[in-house]
T-cell receptor
Framework: ETGVTQSPTHLIKTRGQQVTLRCSSQ?????VSWYQQALGQGPQFIFQ???????GRGNFPPRFSGLQFPNYSSELNVNALELDDSALYLC?????????????FGPGTRLTVT | GIQVEQSPPDLILQEGANSTLRCNFS?????LQWFHQNPWGQLINLFY???GTKQNGRLSATTVATERYSLLYISSSQTTDSGVYFC????????????FGTGTQLKVEL
C-alpha cells in the first residue's frame, strides 16, 4: 500500500509569484484535503476535493485554488503569493462514502515566500 | 464552527514517566483523530477514535463523545515520543474536514 506523497519538499518563492504543490493520495482513497500550517499553530483546512470537484472550503481567499485528477491526485495552486503564505502545506487523503472519515497525511511541502 | 482545545500546551517529562493529554471539543463530532507531528512536520496517525477506548502499545486513547472530550495516555515515555500531539475533530456540521486543536508540545528528557 502506497502512502500519501507530496512534492516538492521545500520551495522558495518571491512575493507576487504563483506556486503549484502536488499530492498523490494513498492507494484506494478517493478524497484529498489540503491544510495550511503556520509556525506554532495547528493545521487549518483550505479545501477538499472529491470526484474532481471542490467539496468544502475553509476561510481562504480565491487565490488559493485546486484540482483533482481522475487518478485522485491533486494540486494546490496559490496566486499572487504573500509573505503570510509562508507555511507547511499538508495534503491528506481519505475514503469517502464508506462511513469513516479517517485522514492520512503526506510529509508536507514547506513554502517560504520572500 | 467547532472549537477544539488541548491541554496542557507544553509538557516536559523524564524518560519513563506517564502522561495524559486532554482534548475538549465544543460540539458533537462524527469522529476524532490523534496525531503525533515529528520534527520534520509529518503527521503520524495515532488513533481514530470517535468513542470508546483503544490501545496501541504504550499509547491509549479514550473518547467520551457525550461529554465532548478525549484523552491520550502515554505510558513509560521515551525520548522518541517528543514532538507535538494534535487532536482533530470531524464536526457533524462541517463535512469531512478536520478541525485541529492547538497542540501539546511534549519533550521527554533522559
Amino acid at each position: 500500500e502506497t502512502g500519501v506523497t507530496q512534492s516538492p519538499t521545500h520551495l522558495i518563492k518571491t512575493r507576487g509569484q504563483q506556486v503549484t504543490l502536488r499530492c498523490s493520495s494513498q492507494s484506494g482513497h478517493n478524497t484529498v484535503s489540503w491544510y495550511q500550517q503556520a509556525l506554532g499553530q495547528g493545521p487549518q483546512f483550505i479545501f477538499q476535493y472529491y470526484r474532481e470537484e471542490e467539496n468544502g472550503r475553509g476561510n481562504f481567499p480565491p487565490r488559493f485554488s485546486g484540482l483533482q485528477f481522475p487518478n485522485y491526485s491533486s494540486e494546490l495552486n496559490v496566486n499572487a503569493l504573500e509573505l503570510d503564505d509562508s507555511a507547511l502545506y499538508l495534503c491528506a487523503s481519505s475514503l469517502s462514502g464508506q462511513g469513516t472519515h479517517e485522514q492520512y497525511f503526506g510529509p508536507g511541502t514547506r513554502l517560504t515566500v520572500t | 464552527g467547532i472549537q477544539v482545545e488541548q491541554s496542557p500546551p507544553d509538557l516536559i517529562l523524564q524518560e519513563g514517566a506517564n502522561s495524559t493529554l486532554r482534548c475538549n471539543f465544543s460540539d458533537s463530532v462524527n469522529n476524532l483523530q490523534w496525531f503525533h507531528q515529528n520534527p520534520w512536520g509529518q503527521l503520524i496517525n495515532l488513533f481514530y477514535i470517535p468513542s470508546g477506548t483503544k490501545q496501541n502499545g504504550r499509547l491509549s486513547a479514550t473518547t467520551v463523545a457525550t461529554e465532548r472530550y478525549s484523552l491520550l495516555y502515554i505510558s513509560s515515555s521515551q525520548t522518541t515520543d517528543s514532538g507535538v500531539y494534535f487532536c482533530a475533530a470531524h464536526w457533524t456540521g462541517g463535512g469531512n474536514k478536520l478541525t485541529f486543536g492547538t497542540g501539546t508540545q511534549l519533550k521527554v528528557e533522559l
